[in-house]
């Protein structure tokens, strides 16, 4: 039997709380820590009396594409009349933006009253809970007091120990393409990393998984056959076409909603996982698939956000990342060169992310992401003039924040050419301000 505040002793705290603000408590420097593990969320979510528990959930663990994913699945499902929930990290535009009910970001006062319940039985928490449990247990009681049908749930990072694990017979659980990331915390081989995504996998619960390396496909087979657990491989022959006329299987000339390339491969991630509903008795008929794709927005995956010149932003942040980038590029703007506005983390393989992208670059401009892990813009110029030592030259320039960066890249692009922001999703929102900032100084 899980702890919860009297409804009487909540109103009080919130009567008396008339200037608390949910997110700078939730961004509290001392909460920011990566401290894996589920005995915090656990004692936390317990003493909120367990609103998980109520919940169905399909559960999205990966390196690449797993946020896309669960856009794709969460429209699909939205549009087959079920009340969804989605939770994802990080946030792109507004910190409001990781939690969405039937699409719509959570409101301000249900984030001030869920913060508030979550902050009263964190307070009384011998081991305070990291930001990211804050979060997840805000995500589950809003989508329990909005009694949501199915919520489409995001790991943070990795899966066995993320706090998004602490579910409980998941309806699905899904794995995106798996590969090096976050190294220092999850291993230094694909195998080890997808160890901890597999974490996700429950008794007898189904799998999606998209089409993995060798090494990650061998230790996800293993869990599904320990756990028992029916497994089913995006099937990469029957991916066809492009995102504008894209066929998977039997359903054919769909179109995306998301136009980067990687996004098909993405897409039959979703339809897989509609048929592991499917065979749990979920009506979701075929044209909810072709509207929920139709209809999928994400912002910062290949995201074409204005023209003259043509801007794209892309939240790729490893050479994986990079490399669907690339091909992206070339298929939606063939034979064209970019200039690359990049921000990266320090503790990216930075070298590894720009190599892909060398070969389709007019110019680089480096500035540094709104982070505090953030590569300096310098080191990241000093790194990509190494790279481009052994090739034609190319111009490299360093920028003072990202109206600066992205002054800088209109003015080497020319109205006629295409600019790129890119290197972490922590960049999306600065992009954007500053494509705001300068449109009205234009004006």
């Not at 136009?259 to 897989?272: C, P, R, V």
């Not at 070298?351 to 080191?379: S, T």
């Not at 990202?402 to 929102?429: M, T, W």
Request: charged share 25%.
């Amino acid at each position: 039997m899980g702890v919860q505040a009297a409804p009487e002793a909540l109103a009080a705290s919130q009567a008396c709380d008339g200037g608390f603000d949910p997110v700078a408590y939730i961004n509290e420097p001392r909460w920011h820590t990566s401290r894996l593990g589920l005995e915090r969320i656990h004692e936390l979510l317990d003493r909120l009396g367990n609103p998980q528990d109520g919940l169905r959930f399909v559960h999205v663990a990966g390196t690449n594409g797993k946020g896309s994913t669960c856009a794709f699945l969460e429209s699909i499902l939205r549009h087959a009349g079920y009340c969804t929930g989605l939770f994802t990290s990080p946030y792109i535009i507004e910190f409001s933006d990781r939690i969405k009910v039937d699409g719509q970001n959570i409101p301000e006062d249900d984030l001030l009253r869920a913060t508030l319940e979550v902050r009263d039985a964190a307070e009384r928490m011998e081991d305070h809970p990291t930001e990211f449990e804050l979060m997840t247990a805000v995500a589950m009681l809003h989508f329990r007091n909005r009694a949501c049908d199915i919520v489409v749930l995001e790991v943070g990072l990795g899966g066995r120990f993320d706090s998004t694990n602490v579910i409980r017979d998941p309806l699905a659980c899904v794995i995106a393409p798996i590969d090096l990331d976050h190294t220092g915390i999850l291993g230094d081989t694909v195998a080890q990393i997808a160890a901890e995504k597999a974490g996700i996998v429950k008794d007898a619960a189904p799998v999606a998984s998209a089409v993995q390396l060798a090494s990650a496909e061998e230790v996800i087979r293993r869990a599904c056959e320990r756990c028992e657990s029916l497994l089913s491989f995006v099937d990469a022959d029957s991916i066809q076409g492009t995102p504008w006329d894209f066929s998977y299987k039997d359903l054919e000339h769909l179109r995306l909603g998301m136009i980067g390339s990687y996004q098909t491969e993405n897409a039959a991630l979703a339809i897989e996982t509609v048929g592991l509903l499917r065979a749990q008795g979920f009506s979701i008929p075929d044209p909810a698939i072709r509207e929920g794709l139709a209809q999928t927005r994400w912002p910062g995956r290949f995201e074409l956000v204005s023209e003259n010149p043509a801007v794209i932003v892309d939240g790729g942040h490893n050479p994986q990342g990079a490399r669907a980038l690339a091909d992206s590029l070339r298929l939606g703007f063939p034979g064209k060169k970019a200039v690359f506005v990049m921000g990266v983390l320090a503790d990216k393989d930075s070298r590894q992310m720009v190599c892909p992208l060398l070969d389709l670059a007019q110019a680089f401009v480096c500035v540094e992401p709104p982070n505090p892990r953030a590569l300096p813009a310098g080191e990241l110029a000093a790194l990509l003039q190494d790279a481009c030592a052994r090739r034609e030259p190319i111009p490299v320039e360093c920028a003072d924040g990202f109206e600066d960066a992205l002054r800088r890249a209109f003015a080497l692009a020319g109205e006629d050419g295409i600019v790129c922001a890119c290197g972490s999703l922590y960049s999306v929102a600065s992009v954007m301000e500053g494509l705001r900032s300068l449109k009205t100084m234009r004006c």
